[in-house]
C-alpha cells in the first residue's frame, strides 16, 4: 500500500533562509505527487504536482520540489522565506485505482514558522 | 472566479441533529470528494463521486450521507450527529480524479455538542 510521510510536523525557518520541507512515499507504481499549502482558516490550494516528464517542478510563490525516484522523495524547497509562507504544507501521492480516481494519499502535514 | 463553495462555514449543533454541509463547484468537474481533517490524524477521506448518480466510500465513511443528483452539487449528510464527528470538513473537485489536483472548498468547522 502507498504512504506518504513527512518528516517534521514542525519547522521553523528565519526570514530570508532556505525552506525544506521533507516528504518521502512508499509506491510500488510511478506515482503522482502533489505539494498543497493550507493557510489559516483556509481551504487547501495546490502548490504543484509532478506526474510524468521533468523531475523538478515549480509552482506558485516561488516553491519547487524534486522528484527522486532512487531516494522515493519529493522534497520541497524555497530559496528564501518570506513571513507570508507560514502555512501547513501536505505531501500527498496518489494511488491508481480503477479508473481514473487515483485516490491521494495525504502525508500528516508539516507547519512552518517564518521568523522576522 | 473559478471556486468550491462550502456552507456553512461555522456550525454548532446537538448529537442526533440532522445536518447537511453544502458544496457546490463552478468548474463542471466530474469528481468530487469530502474529507474531514482532524489534529495529528491528516486529512481522511470521507466519501467521493465519480459523475452525477456515483458515489463511493473512502476511508472513513461511518455516520455520514451524501448525494450527487447534479454535477455541480456534492451535499455531505450527518443523520445524527455524534460528539466524535465534530471536525474540519472540507468539500474538494477535480477535473477527472485526486491524480489531477484538487480545487478545494474553504471549510467548514463543525462542533456537535
Known amino acids: 500500500a502507498q504512504s506518504v510521510t513527512q518528516l517534521g510536523s514542525h519547522v521553523s525557518v528565519s526570514e530570508g533562509a532556505l525552506v525544506l520541507l521533507r516528504c518521502n512515499y512508499s509506491?510500488?507504481?510511478?506515482?503522482?505527487l502533489f505539494w498543497y499549502v493550507q493557510y489559516p482558516n483556509q481551504g487547501l490550494q495546490l502548490l504543484l504536482k509532478?506526474?510524468?516528464?521533468a523531475t523538478l517542478v515549480k509552482g506558485i510563490n516561488g516553491f519547487e520540489a524534486e522528484f527522486k525516484k532512487s531516494e522515493t522523495s519529493f522534497h520541497l524547497t524555497k530559496p528564501s522565506a518570506h513571513m507570508s509562507d507560514a502555512a501547513e504544507y501536505f505531501c500527498?501521492?496518489?494511488?491508481?485505482?480503477?479508473?481514473?480516481?487515483?485516490?491521494?494519499?495525504w502525508g500528516l502535514g508539516t507547519s512552518l514558522a517564518v521568523n522576522p | 472566479e473559478a471556486q468550491v463553495t462550502q456552507n456553512p462555514r461555522y456550525l454548532i449543533t446537538v448529537t442526533g441533529k440532522k445536518l447537511t454541509v453544502t458544496c457546490s463547484q463552478n468548474?463542471?468537474?466530474?469528481?468530487m470528494s469530502w474529507y474531514r481533517q482532524d489534529p495529528g490524524l491528516g486529512l481522511r477521506q470521507i466519501y467521493y463521486?465519480?459523475?452525477?448518480?456515483?458515489?463511493d466510500k473512502g476511508d472513513v465513511p461511518e455516520g455520514y450521507k451524501v448525494s450527487r443528483k447534479e454535477k455541480r452539487n456534492f451535499p455531505l449528510i450527518l443523520e445524527s450527529p455524534s460528539p466524535n464527528q465534530t471536525s474540519l470538513y472540507f468539500c474538494?473537485?477535480?477535473?477527472?480524479?485526486?491524480?489531477?489536483?484538487?480545487?478545494f472548498g474553504s471549510g467548514t468547522r463543525l462542533t456537535v455538542v
Open positions: 509532478y506526474t510524468t516528464g
Open positions: 463521486s465519480m459523475n452525477v448518480e456515483v458515489t
Open positions: 468548474m463542471n468537474h466530474e469528481y
Open positions: 500527498a501521492v496518489s494511488e491508481d485505482n480503477a479508473g481514473n480516481n487515483r485516490k491521494l494519499i
Open positions: 509506491s510500488s507504481v510511478p506515482p503522482y
Open positions: 474538494a473537485s477535480s477535473l477527472l480524479g485526486g491524480g489531477h489536483g484538487y480545487t
